[in-house]
């Protein structure tokens, strides 16, 4: 029990720790922010995603801009038109996008045909 308690309370301690760090700007790691906006175009090998974002608190203003994306997979369900919202890695002196997500479809996708093998 006594050890549980002591190692809880260090693990406690380190979740802590490492809030505090990333919380607190520029150093360590990557920093992630919540990017909303509209796909503008996808790169041909999904490598990359042009998007028209919003104002992202903190790192840049709204504008049109093209992201490498962390893993290309994310760009098979991406259509010009879709609206996303994504997490913006930006560490090691690039900015990639994550955990991409279609809050709305495009119209033009369903007109698509269905059979698209890889
Ligand atoms: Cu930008």
Redesign the pocket.
């Known amino acids: 029990m006594n050890h549980f308690g002591r190692f809880a309370f260090l693990a406690a301690l380190a979740v802590f720790t490492t809030t505090a760090v990333s919380g607190c700007g520029s150093k360590p790691g990557a920093q992630r922010y919540a990017l909303r906006g509209e796909v503008i175009s996808v790169t041909p090998g999904g490598t990359s995603v042009s998007v028209k974002?919003g104002d992202?608190p903190g790192?840049?203003?709204?504008?049109?801009?093209s992201?490498p994306l962390a893993d290309p997979k994310e760009a098979r369900d991406l259509h010009a038109g879709d609206k996303i919202t994504a997490d913006l890695i930006v560490g090691n002196g690039r900015?990639e996008l994550a955990k991409i997500v279609v809050t709305e479809k495009t119209k033009h996708a369903s007109a698509e045909p269905e059979a698209s093998k890889p």
């Open positions: 974002h992202i790192y840049m203003p709204a504008m049109t801009m992201y900015a």
